[in-house]
């Protein structure tokens, strides 16, 4: 009996160290909160990724040599192939960069240069092949994310926990009243707080499918809690990724007899809404700004600058189609910056340092071929997840991507948030592939 659970022991060690990785990895990265505040965060989280991701490394080089010696087959599947020829691309582009100002490699201001982008792809290589998402790993998402919702509805009352906040102020002096910015949490930027959460929130939901309610009601609870943050920080790209994440959840998820009436009552809901917005001019700034796009009147300021931004960079694309400006280059690249105005007076004035659209970032920086890499590697997954939606694991990581890639074609790429996307990722990749070896 006792060698039996010895060679069990010895024969799952290596599940047991990527479980022991991938819950540090969601915990400990997500709730680190640096050590000197909001202004030093994006160092100290880069340099925490680059330990653990090298741990990750150490760990994958074992798993990749037991394999060689016990002659278990090497065979990339198409997701892992498209993740490789998008970090090539990306290699690429680096080299050839013409952008003077900055290193395509690692740039102390650029975070997500070649080298982070590299590692993004290796812990999806690694997580797709030796990864798997368990009930534990579950439980540490879940816990980590309530103690994250603490610390933000903390500072929402007006706290300084972990003092994140210069000494003396807190959240409501943000968003450029007595600094720059709006900052809440471990993770700071309020629009990676919001992206986090629409990857997130959509995990705690699906989880409670099948659950009765008296199982359920603590995942119900905390999503609540996760969209009531959402709400109140007022970032609407991650509340407009959730609604239109959710939209595409519920025609894909619902069972196969009830999705014909489901996608016509959403098709009926969004021709109805697209008609709200041509003939009524809602007083909030996103359906406006939609009501005037809808009749052909465009303005640079929409989207809070992002169509400034757009309108810039998109007639650079076909200059350097092939290999971008070069990895994370954009604030190097000559954009003109971001200006607003109140009442005739400057109210704003920002670097152009990221597309606020994830897919335009990478065709600006990286290239079309990179582009086309990227989107091969998550379609590819993401088909995984239409055609294993049954699967409570599978569902639950698919609904969370699908939200949180609806955010992101808003907000800005960050080293302290794409991190959990490319794990994510991993991790439903690595399901199907045990679903189907």
Not at 22 to 32: A, N, Q, R, S
Request: glycine share 10%; charged share 15%.
């Amino acid at each position: 009996m006792g060698k039996h659970r010895m060679k069990r022991r010895t024969r799952n060690w290596p599940e047991l160290c990527m479980e022991l990785w991938t819950g540090l990895m969601i915990g400990l990265y997500l709730l680190f909160p640096g050590f000197r505040g909001y202004s030093a965060l994006s160092p100290a989280k880069t340099v925490l990724f680059y330990v653990l991701a090298g741990l990750l490394l150490i760990l994958g080089a074992a798993l990749l040599l037991r394999d060689l010696r016990q002659k278990r087959g090497l065979a990339m599947g198409p997701a892992q192939a498209a993740a490789l020829a998008f970090w090539g691309f990306t290699l690429l582009s680096a080299a050839f960069c013409s952008t003077s100002g900055g290193n395509p490699w690692y740039d102390p201001e650029a975070h997500e240069a070649a080298l982070t982008v590299s590692l993004y792809v290796l812990l999806f290589l690694i997580v797709s092949r030796w990864g798997k998402p368990t009930e534990r790993l579950f439980r540490v998402l879940f816990w980590s994310l309530a103690v994250f919702c603490l610390i933000c509805l903390l500072q929402m009352l007006r706290g300084n926990p972990l003092g994140l906040y210069p000494a003396g102020l807190n959240y409501y002096d943000g968003y450029g009243v007595r600094y720059k910015g709006g900052y809440a949490g471990t993770i700071g930027n309020v629009d990676l707080v919001s992206a986090f959460l629409t990857l997130a929130t959509p995990m705690l939901l699906l989880h409670t499918r099948g659950q009765k309610p008296r199982q359920a009601w603590p995942c119900w609870l905390l999503a609540a809690v996760c969209v009531g943050i959402m709400i109140w920080i007022r970032v609407l790209c991650g509340l407009v990724g959730l609604a239109v994440g959710a939209v595409i959840c519920l025609a894909v998820l619902c069972p196969d007899r009830r999705r014909k009436p489901v996608l016509l009552v959403l098709c009926g809901l969004g021709a109805a809404g697209l008609a709200l917005l041509w003939f009524v001019d809602l007083p909030v700034n996103l359906f406006h700004e939609m009501h005037e796009i809808l009749h052909g009147r465009f303005e640079a300021g929409f989207g809070t600058g992002r169509g400034h931004i757009w309108g810039q960079m998109l007639p650079r694309v076909p200059e350097r189609l092939w290999l971008g400006v070069g990895p994370d280059m954009t604030r190097y690249s000559g954009l003109e910056p971001f200006t607003r105005y109140e009442n005739g007076v400057l109210a704003a004035r920002a670097t152009v340092t990221d597309a606020h659209c994830y897919p335009l970032q990478i065709l600006y920086c990286q290239g079309l071929p990179a582009l086309l890499s990227w989107l091969a590697a998550v379609g590819t997954v993401l088909l995984h997840w239409v055609k294993n939606r049954k699967e409570k694991a599978t569902a639950l990581l698919g609904g969370g991507l699908v939200c949180f890639l609806c955010a992101m074609l808003f907000c800005i790429s960050s080293i302290i948030v794409m991190p959990f996307f490319w794990l994510a990722l991993g991790l439903l990749e690595a399901q199907t592939r045990k679903l189907h070896p």
